[in-house]
Structures are given as C-alpha cells and as structure tokens.
C-alpha cells in the first residue's frame, strides 16, 4: 500500500539527509542545515527508534547554538561543507523559534536534557532576541517581509500569523505561561480589536496585519495555510475557529490535488498583493512553488489538525493522498504544482519527517507532539 510505502520511504530519505554535520534539508541541491527544515523534520524523525538519528539531531542542534548570532537570533541556513561558497546566513524569525520547539523536543523525545542543561544562555538570549522584535511595544514579535519560511513570496510584514502561531507554543515550553496566555488572547482580539487577527466571516485568520490608519488596517486577506494550520496545532485557536478553518480547506478544495496548497486564492499579476520583484521567482506562476502550489510537509500539518479533532477518517482519506503525493517524481518532492500535481524537487527531509508524524499520530489517534 502507498501508506506503508511512504512511510518506510521516508526513512530512507531522512537517512539520506543525515550528514557528519547535522541534518541537511534535501540530499540534493539543499545540502545544507536549515534551522526550520530540520527541527520540523525531526518532529517525526524522532519518533523513530534509530540511533543514527538522535545522534543526527544532536549534531544538528550543536550547530545551530555554535553559529547563534551575536545579538541571539538563530542562522536560517548554516552552509559550510558543500563546495558553494561558505555562508550562514540569517534575516528570518521563525528559524530562531523552531528552534526553540526543537530543543525541547530533543529533551523529551530521548529524555535528554543535556543540551537544555549545556545551552541554557542560548535559549535566552533567543528569547530576549524574539522579544526585541516587538517594536510595538504589544507583546507580539514583528518582522520584515520574506523573513519567515516563505523567503520570496509573499509579501508580509509587522504581526505575522506563522511567527505568533510558533512563539506560542515557544513561551509555553519554556514556562513563560502568562506571556503566552496574553499573546493568545492578543491574537484572537480579547485585548484589542485592532490586533484581532481571526476574520470572523471567512472563518480563518488573516495571514499578517499591521497598523491601523482611521479604522484601515494594513493587511492581506488570502488563507495562509501553514499559519492557520500551526494555530490549529499548536492550540493558539480554539475549538470553533479550528474547526471553522479546517471547514474552509474542504469548501475551497485546497486540501486538493493533494494536501496542502500554500495559499488561497494564488496571488495574481495586478492585485494589490503584487510585488515586481516576484516575477523572478518561481512563484510568478499561479499554482507554483508558494503561490498555491502543494507542499506536502503542510500537507502533514493539516492532518494533524484532522486527528486533534478527530476526524479520522479524513485523516486517512487525507493520509492516502498525502502518501501519493509523496511517492511522486523521485520521492519526496519538494511542491507539487496545484492543479495538475506535477512534482518538482526531491528528497525533500522535512516532508519525509511530516509524513512520519502524520503516520504515526493516526495510527495512536492522537497528536504525537
């Protein structure tokens, strides 16, 4: 059956990820560590009973704390052992949440806590890092546009749902409860309307948002899909706006060809949403790349969120179709084209580590996080 075939594919693609360095984010091409790409594909990774794996998050881990910025921000890409020219880059927020969740993760997976113990200034200054992004003074972290996991496209800015999806979950962790308690309300416009971010007639929330002029807000109106789904996940929404989203992604079809589209609707040429600079990127095309093309490793995500509301039988249905997408192409594509599924990419690792997650969180009929 594809499940089951996915399923032991995905390990052999994670294997193939794992160097002497950390966990690279493809075996091709991406042969580098990305600090999102391998704490979310450890999320299932490490629910395998594989040495070689712990050991591989380990080194993974190490590196991100070695090459942590002066000021406390984690790299997005640590590129130093392919033949390309030596980098580590940064300019993102979300890398540095991730890997918070990460740490933590490594901690309760493998009962562990040598590195919480080893690293314990690090995960502040991350934290102070994170808190300094929050030049509003409200609480919520801010960020430039492309500064999270979609680098090109779109173009969002100021409060972001993704990055406060994460933070969330990242001041639980670390028992800073009355902060996350406040930013859960923040959210949901319990404190203020004009950080409200749930749209109450569309039923989801709004991917960023920003300040308000004359009662007008800065803000973009498509449906982000990682964003709502980690809201899902991770409880920042409640029982109602969860199920509410999980309604909008069946309605509008964007659980298909196969879970999920990135966004919806595709942001077209001549909408206010265009920037020039997108017509060099792969995202140019509707359907494409981040423009509401499938990324399977979203597609893990949504499952999730099915089995938290224990849909199961959605969940399988949408198992089955996550699988296929998975063994399309050379296995473990990066996206799939929206429409027509055509693969593109392969050996993707996080991809791999969702599948896993989504495997086994079904099989236990609970989420396994």
Known sequence: MDKEKAYHKSIEVISK??????????????????????????????????????????????????????????????????????????????????????????????????????????IKRVLLWIRYQDAGKDSLPEQQPTTDWQDAFPHKYGHVLNTQALYYPCLKLTKKKFLAFKIKNIVNGKIRRDLDFFDHKKGYYLPWLWKSHDGIREEGHWFDSLGNLLAVVFGLANEKKSKRILDYIKKKKINNPYPVKALHPPIRKGTIYWKKYFEKCDAKLPYHYLNGGVWPYIGGFYILALIKYRRFKEAEKELKKLAQACLKGKTFPEWLDGRTGKPYGKYQAWNAGMYILAYESLKKKRVLL
Do not use: H
């Open 17 to 122: 990820c794992c160097s002497k360095n950390g966990l690279y984010a493809s075996a091709y091409g991406y042969t580098a560590i990305w600090a999102r790409d391998s704490m979310i594909t450890f999320l299932g990774a490490s629910l395998i009973d594989y040495k070689p794996f712990e050991e591989c998050f380990k080194k993974t881990l190490i590196n991100l704390n070695k090459y942590q910025g002066k000021l406390g921000e984690i790299p997005n890409n640590i590129d130093l052992w392919s033949k390309r020219k030596k980098k580590v880059t940064f300019a993102s927020i979300d890398s540095s949440l991730w890997y918070i969740i990460g740490m933590y993760l490594y901690a309760k997976r493998y009962k562990d806590k040598s590195l919480l113990r080893k690293y314990k200034k690090n």
